[in-house]
């Protein structure tokens, strides 16, 4: 289930865009002096823009997946998501990929919930029923919007025999 949840999460951000006016992002000019010039705004379901701060900590020295700080940081990263997607006795995979990995994580048969915010939601399933993948749709209200999370949880809740993947 924290697998599925974790899909479900990870479908839902990657496909939630910026809407902006003009295809620039200018700096704030109440920004410091060190912030990011203007660039080209990425109007697509994903990669997203990110702040100072991530981009700082993302520059810095890579670390070892065996290094010591990295296995406690990443054993208290299992534990926080066993939390937040109320899996206190599961185990929760922590897979690196594109969003569209999700269509590798499934087989023919198997259930998936889409969280649809639009139209990378929309191919999202499509791409699924391709693959001979029962698909649900939640919808969101108006494209660019996202289901409350009161929405998601009856749509876990309605899911078919077996659960979603």
């Not at 990929?97 to 399933?125: A, H, I, K």
Request: hydrophobic share 45%.
């Amino acid at each position: 289930v924290a697998a599925a949840l974790v899909a479900l999460v990870i479908f839902g951000l990657a496909s939630q865009s910026r809407a902006a006016s003009d295809s620039t992002c200018k700096a704030d000019a109440n920004a410091p002096a060190a912030a990011t010039p203007a660039h080209k705004l990425l109007l697509i379901p994903g990669p997203i823009e990110f702040s100072e701060e991530v981009l700082a900590a993302a520059g810095g020295l890579a670390t070892s997946h065996v290094d010591p700080s990295f296995v406690a940081e990443f054993g208290e990263t299992l534990e926080l998501l066993r939390k937040v997607f109320l899996a206190e006795r599961g185990q929760p995979f922590v897979v690196s990929g594109s969003g569209t990995l999700g269509w590798d994580m499934v087989e023919p048969g198997q259930n998936v919930l889409v969280v649809n915010t639009g139209y990378f939601g929309d191919r999202f399933g499509e791409t699924f029923e391709a693959y001979g993948v029962n698909v649900t749709h939640l919808r969101a209200p108006a494209i660019g919007d996202r289901p409350s999370l009161e929405d998601i949880s009856v749509a876990l809740d309605a899911a078919p025999a077996g659960g979603y993947r």
